[in-house]
């Protein structure tokens, strides 16, 4: 006992100590990945209620009992079109789709890159797979050349990526890494969690996007974010699919997704590919909050992103920040090591097409009080 009353005590010595929190609905939420409003859209309500009467709250067993259902498979037929491959599987969550499938795909003597600052998720599930892991650094594609030419021809290579990076926004040449994965000989993992409903012509993501699915071997995405709901999934060849079927234990052994789940995940995925409007309505937002803090001299990280960092430093400032805000009446969490590297902890601010014109002028007028600007922030 007295080791994990210690641990605690440290945390909260060194102010990282983490609690659950319910929200107070009274503040604005710039805290939120549900980027386009949907987790409250009565369309998904709808069919998430009809599934419930139809099919009963639960699947009753795993996908390889009795946990497949039509319903499961026409999702997965969508998801497949939407991200232009041949197969696609639902796996149940973000984070435990992602340990499924490198633990299902990947094996010791196999090699695999990751960015620095992927998601925990990628991380964990390189380390289960016992595959050899190289980080390089965050985005730079010559670190990852140098480290492909230190693998084996004949290894089995993987390079894992988040595209848009959860906690900075920004992304890697994805041009550029399929290219580097073509004439290393390796595959490729893309993580769309934060792009999926953001990007591309039928908002599929940064892989669609820049054009380039059919060179990607996988894509990886989650229903949690701007899909407004809950699950995982994964898009890739027939083979690969396959292989993870018979493969990943996360896939294997845990219950299906329950039918409201699915039936509001497929409502999603129609409703981002066929209406542009709330993506485009984030994007306005996005726009209108850069300008506003523009015009108050403050002065944002450059990449085109729903998720904007402001960096703050040590963990104090940023959870000082985080409390003035809430006292203004906005929710804008801190995050602290170990989520973010030492020294870099930051407020996250995440803009929605739910947020109005005047929540975003109201947010950055306070920012503009709060925070120190232009070149006073490194004086
Ligand atoms: C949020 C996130 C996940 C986890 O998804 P969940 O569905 O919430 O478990 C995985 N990868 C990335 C990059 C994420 O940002």
Redesign the pocket.
């Known amino acids: 006992m007295n080791r994990y009353s210690s641990l605690l005590e440290d945390l909260a010595e060194n102010r990282l100590l983490r609690t659950c929190e319910v929200p107070s609905a009274a503040l604005i939420n710039f805290s939120s990945n549900d980027y386009l409003g949907l987790a409250h859209d009565p369309r998904l309500k709808q069919v998430a209620i009809q599934a419930i009467e139809e099919e009963g709250t639960g699947a009753s067993a795993s996908r390889l009992i009795t946990g497949t259902s039509q319903r499961i498979q026409d999702l997965e037929v969508t998801l497949a079109k939407w991200h232009h491959t041949e197969a696609a599987l639902v796996l149940n969550?973000?984070?435990?789709g992602?340990i499924a499938i490198l633990q299902g795909l990947l094996k010791p003597g196999d090699w695999v890159f990751a960015d620095r600052l992927n998601?925990a998720?990628?991380v964990d599930g390189c380390l289960l797979s016992k595959a050899k892991l190289l980080r390089y650094l965050h985005l730079d594609l010559s670190d990852l050349e140098q480290k492909l030419k230190e693998a084996p021809e004949s290894a089995t290579k993987w390079i894992v990526s988040?595209s848009v990076f959860?906690m900075d926004g920004d992304h890697p040449d994805l041009g550029a890494l399929a290219t580097l994965a073509e004439r290393y000989n390796a595959n490729t993992l893309i993580?769309e969690?934060?792009a999926a409903g953001l990007f591309g012509d039928t908002r599929a993501g940064l892989c669609e996007q820049q054009r380039i699915a059919h060179r990607i071997t996988l894509q990886v995405g989650?229903f949690?974010?701007a899909l407004g709901g809950?699950?995982?999934y994964v898009c890739g060849s027939e083979v690969l699919v396959q292989t993870l079927v018979n493969q990943a234990r996360g896939f294997i052994f845990s219950t299906a997704l329950p039918p409201a789940v699915i039936a509001a995940a497929r409502e999603a995925v129609q409703i981002v590919q066929t209406d542009g409007a709330p993506t485009v309505k984030l994007w306005q937002n996005v726009r209108h909050f850069r300008e506003a803090c523009s015009d108050h001299n403050l002065v944002l990280p450059a990449h085109e992103s729903a998720i904007i960092p402001i960096e703050m430093g040590e963990t104090d400032l940023a959870l000082g920040m985080s409390e003035k805000l809430r006292d203004a009446g906005f929710l804008v969490r801190a995050i602290r090591p170990p989520t973010v590297p030492p020294g870099t902890a930051r407020l996250r601010i995440s803009l929605s097409a739910s947020h109005t014109p005047t929540d975003i002028e109201r947010l950055t007028e306070t920012l503009a009080q709060l925070l120190p600007r232009g070149s006073e922030r490194d004086s």
Do not use: E, P, R, V
């Open positions: 969550s973000g984070y435990q992602n998601h998720s990628l988040d959860s993580d969690a934060h989650t949690s974010k809950f699950g995982g």
